[in-house]
Each structure stands twice: as C-alpha cells, then as structure tokens.
C-alpha cells in the first residue's frame, strides 16, 4: 500500500464529551503528573509517527502494534496488555478519570507495552502510516442516542477510511455496543467501506465475545441492565 501524508487542509473532527469527572486522588494526580508524560503519545508536527518506534520497553521492538479507541477505565487495554507482552498497545481516551484508571494499571502490573493519547484520537491517525496496526479497537463508545445528535458518533465514513489505511491486509477492527442502533449505523458504514470485510459467517460470531476477551465495566452494567451487547469484526482487505 502507498504512503500518503494527510492534507495539509484536513478539516478537525470535533470533540464531544466529558474531560474529567470526580476529583482524583493524591496517588492518581501523581501519576498524571510523573507517570503520563513518559508514556503519552502526540502526533508530530510533520511526517508521520512509526507506532513500532515508541516501545523500548520491548526486546526487539513489539511484533504488533494495536490501537484502542475509547479505552474507558482500561480494563481491556490492560489485560491485552498483561496477556500480549510482545505487542505494543496505544490507547486513547480524553476522559482523565479513564487515564488515570489505566496508569494504576500500568504502574502496578509494571506494563512496559502501554503508550497512552489523552486527547482526540484523530489527528493520531491522521499521522499514522499506512499499514501500520495489526488491530483497532472500539469498544463501547459513546451512542449519541438523540438524532441530532448522531453525527457526534466517532463511526463515520471518514474514520472507517482512516482505520481501514491504518490497519495491514488482514488486520483487524472490532467493535463491541450494547445499543443496537449504533450496532446498525456501524454494520451501514462498513459496508460502504471497500475496504473492510465483516468476518462473521453465523450468529454466535457477533453474540459471543471475542476470543480472550476480559470484559468490561460498562459490559457488566449493560447485560445488568438487560441489554445484550453485539461483538463485530472486519478484516483489512489486501
């Protein structure tokens, strides 16, 4: 696949949601504050960012690299973490609580393939290479129920396009929601995705989780609730 820099007049997708929720605690502050800044991740001002260049902390350089979208409290993020310790994982999440959520993870695991985006997502992978994760992750993210405001839900045609750039032939994106709308809004845009495949060939592909999968919090307080959450998976076409 051909290596394209993204448009200098690229429009800014923008942000909606909360950026910080209860008052955090001295250990957490201090992780935000001595923790975060080695483990942060910002695009560059120009060119692109080779994902495989930012974990040091792995022998040999990670034999993967995945990106999570959203990570929420961590939970995923980080047990992927523990369980793949050859295999670099970005998270982005701009919700501080969530952040300080995963570094106690990070620190107290002593996770050395975690690397963390606190802001908007996009401009990361608009300065991305192509070709260059092995899997994106989107699990649970916001539903913006209200029909204005649907147009805030991070799926769209042009973040499908740019995750579809980012991942190899045979890469994976999973998306995971307990609101069926959005599960059909998402089934909608990847099918006008060239480039993308849904995997599933029977029902338990999308109603049961995916192999390895830990759960989450916000899961567990949606099957509480009586919604049952749906488990999609494309494949980057060559």
Known sequence: MTETSPPADAPERAFFGRRKGKRLRGLQEQRL???????????????RLDPATLFPGIADGPSEVWLEIGFGGGEHLAAQAEAHSDIGIVGAEPF???VAKLLRAVDERGLRNVRIRDEDVSPLLAAL??????????????????RRQRKRRFVSDESLAEIARVLRPGGLFRFASDIDDYVGWTLVRTARCPALRWTARKAADWTQPYSGWPGTRYEAKAIVAGRRPTYLEFERIA
């Open 129 to 146: 290479p192509d070709a260059c994760l092995a899997r994106v992750y989107l699990l649970y993210p916001d539903p913006w129920p209200k």
């Open 33 to 47: 504050a001595e923790l975060l800044p080695r483990l942060r991740v910002a695009p560059p001002a120009e060119g």
């Open 96 to 98: 501080v609580n969530g």
